[in-house]
């Protein structure tokens, strides 16, 4: 007996780690696999009951792109430790005085550099006066949530009518293609990933989110950085607002409103730790946009009313942020 | 008690684990461990960082379970369900880190899940019980200069970790683990617990006693087990107690060459390339002078509060002094940024809070510090670079993993300050402050980085060695500088004849 249970106690090294580092593998892969299983249901269930698939890819593709851009962006800020609750104001404001610029000018290209720039620009704001003030950034995007809403307002009721701002249908029309759409995520995406994964800053903003004063005895300058980490989301915010204005010509208050909550789910369902640090990944945004979208178009073949779709989502972030929660606790003791 | 019933209760096995087991994913910490602690013991666990001391009793009193295995305490089944009830049931830890919550009051922290005691009506808590009864605990373990009513932040180390002690003790446990704790202690600290660890054995009570230090637990324990790679090696008697055989236990070899620096020539460049001028902060710099030359190995010692890891941070920028300047080479030094680019490296006491992204792979923690070497056109960093950077410097710290990929909170305390020491020596640090750089590190390593650090002298870089281990500085440094209250006591140069009494006149 005594013998035996010697037996099981001893254990092989080498089959543990080749075990730990299976699970590792399969655990990082999760995300694209719920995003595949999500789609799948989608293209089995949207044929079986006779929708028009072509259609609705479609529409996910849009719902997807715009998400995506905004949560593409917000994961540099994630990655750096810091947190932006007013990324969809900043959105609407920039849309509007995007759509503005190119009903005055009927100039497309305008119109898409003053939405990246208003965007880049509060953005920016928000670090800024964060480091000024010396407040956590989070603090300080919760009051520019509030700033930037009235900003809208003001907009919408000064400058247009019945409180909307329209953008003529012509001008925007050539470009409300689902290519565009692609082309237009495919380049963000692919230039944020350089800038991740290629350049010094995105190792550098991962080790500031994951301890900022190792970061600072490291030489690493966590203001400046934090600053650049806000201006690069400001360009996807920007970008998210040209597409969201060739998209719905006529903005209002309303637009675009849901975006910041999709984008925090979006990057949960795309594995991202909402901690940010080393385990950040910057294509969780692009796969947990998709699986959303492809979550909302299942969800809507059996049932109408977003208020559902909200309901089953939010009850999928928690689920999801618990299960992240558990695989991160510390598991080995500190020797 | 008759002294022959004394003596019977003396033998009497208090603590028994069969075939202990415990992973974390793919590291083995335990593999069929064995262990029994009589009565009136005082029990030592060595071994290198990460041989599994601190698993075994951690998982005696609590803390976490094992995989597989059985315990017995005083005869019967053990299975604790956390380390509050270990502690109700008799079996007390003071663990390796921080163990208490900064924001609260020490006497909060001591009946931190015991307010009960001191509940007023079912919503209050009578205050004034729970700081009496909480002063009296720190009273009666030697410890009363601390305040019950402080909040326990604004301690220094040495005092919230007796206020753990305290905590502990308290509860009148019948085992106390001391688990790698006189580390962080001075003297007064160290000789509190020592008193503890005696009452304890004189009242037929059990300690298992953790450290690296071999002096420390040959002298203060009867048994002395030693582990290594999650394994009992051997368990000595205190009459088979030999250092020489006890490393050779626990490393697997005997232990080759030098321990500190064979040579008494403590000669040194005539190159100041560090300077303090008149630095002055708080309590902790009182106008402190300091020069460090090149190809020399500086030693700063002093008890804990004294000042000298304040001006550690001083010296790399990272601390901005009210009144004086720190110098580099003759230009003004003002952040850590400016002192990376002149070459400086800093090794900070506090290894998992500030030398290291511990969430972060090995790869990421060593790669940090060396972006600029590795970048191809100031900005682009190739993962192939990477890789080979990150490959060299870890094979030459011989840090001891399966994947440079592995998150750091994986290593053992060794390996983790291998870890610090690579992503410093990869990015050819030519001046390096090392805040007590072998605190909590196994015998094996200490000579690695002692033997490194003279190499580095040889080099003709530049070494300021902070610490609060005498024998350590006496033995490395060319020049010993003692701090006092912030205030620089004397300097000695290095010398063969010189003594720890020598030193300590001047420190305490």
């Known amino acids: 007996m005594a013998a035996q249970i010697k037996k099981e106690a001893v254990l092989d090294e080498t089959a543990l780690r080749k075990k730990a580092i299976i699970k590792q593998r399969i655990i990082s892969i999760i995300p694209l696999i719920a995003c595949l299983i999500l789609a799948a249901l989608y293209l089995i269930f949207a044929s079986i009951k006779g929708y028009s698939i072509s259609i609705g890819l479609q529409t996910i593709i849009s719902d997807a792109t715009l998400v995506a851009l905004v949560a593409t962006g917000a994961t540099f800020i994630f990655t750096s430790g810091s947190f932006d609750l007013s990324l969809g104001s900043n959105m609407l404001v920039s849309a509007l005085l995007g759509g503005l610029v190119g009903s005055a000018t009927n100039s497309l290209v305008l119109m898409l550099l003053t939405s990246i720039g208003v965007a880049v620009l509060l953005s920016v704001l928000n670090s800024t006066l964060a480091s000024v003030f010396n407040l956590p950034v989070f603090i300080m995007t919760i009051v520019m949530m509030s700033v930037y809403g009235a900003v809208a307002t003001l907009i919408l009721t000064t400058l247009g009518k019945n409180a909307q701002i329209s953008v003529p249908m012509a001008l925007v029309e050539p470009l409300n293609t689902t290519w565009f759409r692609v082309i237009l995520i495919v380049g963000y995406e692919l230039l944020c990933l350089f800038l991740f994964y290629i350049l010094k800053l995105g190792r550098q903003q991962k080790f500031l989110g994951g301890n900022p004063f190792c970061a600072y005895l490291s030489g690493i300058k966590s203001k400046r950085l934090t600053i650049i980490s806000f201006a690069l989301a400001g360009i996807g915010i920007g970008l998210a607002a040209f597409s969201m204005t060739v998209q719905t010509p006529t903005l209002s208050a309303s637009s675009g409103s849901s975006v910041g909550m999709n984008m925090l789910i979006a990057l949960v369902f795309g594995g991202m730790t909402m901690s940010g640090g080393p385990k950040s990944k910057m294509y969780a945004a692009l796969l947990g946009a998709f699986s959303m979208s492809f979550l909302d178009a299942f969800m809507n073949i059996f049932v109408s009313g977003s208020w559902y779709l909200q309901i089953v989502k939010g009850v999928l972030f928690i689920i999801v942020v618990f299960l992240i929660n558990m695989g991160n606790k510390v598991k080995l003791l500190e020797r | ?508």
């Open chain 2, 1 to 508: 008690m008759d002294s022959g019933l004394q003596e019977r209760v003396r033998g009497e096995v208090i603590m028994q684990i069969n075939h202990m087991r415990k992973t974390f994913g793919p590291t083995i910490a335990l593999n069929d461990v064995d262990l029994t602690v009589k009565r009136g013991e005082i029990r030592g666990l060595i071994g290198e960082n990460g041989s599994g001391k601190s698993t075994i009793t951690s998982i005696f009193s609590g803390m976490q379970g094992c995989d597989y295995g059985e315990m017995f305490y005083k005869g019967e089944p053990w299975n604790p369900k956390s380390m509050k009830w270990a502690s109700d049931h008799g079996v007390g830890m003071i663990v390796q880190e921080s163990g208490t919550v900064p924001g609260i009051t020490v006497a909060e922290n001591m009946f931190l899940c015991d307010t009960d005691r001191f509940a007023k009506g079912k919503l209050f808590v009578n205050n004034a019980a729970l700081m009496k009864a909480a002063q009296a605990a720190l009273d009666d373990i030697g410890a009363g200069h601390i305040k019950a009513n402080r909040i326990t932040g604004t301690l220094d180390m040495m005092d919230r970790k007796l206020v753990e002690v305290a905590k502990v003790w308290m509860k009148n446990p019948e085992i106390i683990v001391v688990d790698e704790t006189t580390t962080s202690l001075s003297q007064i600290g160290r000789d509190i617990i020592y008193g503890l660890m005696t009452r304890m054995k004189e009242s037929n009570r059990s300690v298992v006693f953790i450290s690296h230090d071999l002096d420390e637990i040959m002298e203060k324990c009867d048994t002395l087990t030693v582990l290594r790679d999650g394994k009992i090696i051997r368990t000595f008697e205190k009459e088979e107690f030999d250092p020489d055989a006890i490393r050779t236990s626990m490393i697997g070899r005997e232990l080759q060459g030098d321990y500190y620096r064979s040579d008494w020539d403590g000669s040194y460049g005539e190159k100041v390339v560090l300077e303090l001028k008149d630095v002055s902060l708080r309590d902790q710099a009182r106008n402190v002078n300091i020069q460090a030359h090149e190809g020399e190995i500086l030693g700063i010692g002093g008890l804990s509060g004294c000042g000298m890891h304040t001006i550690g941070k001083i010296m790399y920028g990272a601390v901005k002094p009210e009144k004086g300047k720190v110098f580099v080479r003759g230009k003004e030094l003002k952040n850590p940024t400016q002192a990376m680019k002149n070459h400086i490296g800093y090794v900070a006491k506090d290894r998992d809070i500030e030398s290291l992204c511990t969430h972060a792979s090995i790869t990421d923690n060593i790669a940090i510090g060396g972006l600029d070497k590795i970048a191809v056109g100031r900005h682009f960093i190739l993962r192939k670079n990477e890789k080979k950077y990150v490959k060299k410097h870890s094979e030459f710290m011989k840090v001891k993993c399966f994947s440079t990929s592995q998150p750091v909170s994986e290593l053992s305390g060794g390996n983790k300050q291998k870890v610090v020491f690579a992503k410093w020596i990869g990015r050819d640090s030519e001046i390096l402050i090392l805040d007590c750089p072998t605190r909590g590190i196994d015998i094996g390593v200490k000579q690695t980085m002692y033997q490194l650090m003279y190499a580095m002298k040889r080099e003709g870089k530049t070494i300021i060695m902070i610490s609060e281990e005498m024998t350590e500085l006496m033995g490395m440094a060319d020049r010993l500088i003692i701090m006092k209250d912030g205030t620089v006591t004397k300097e000695f140069p290095r010398s063969q004849d010189l003594s720890d009494a020598e030193i300590i006149k001047y420190m305490v």
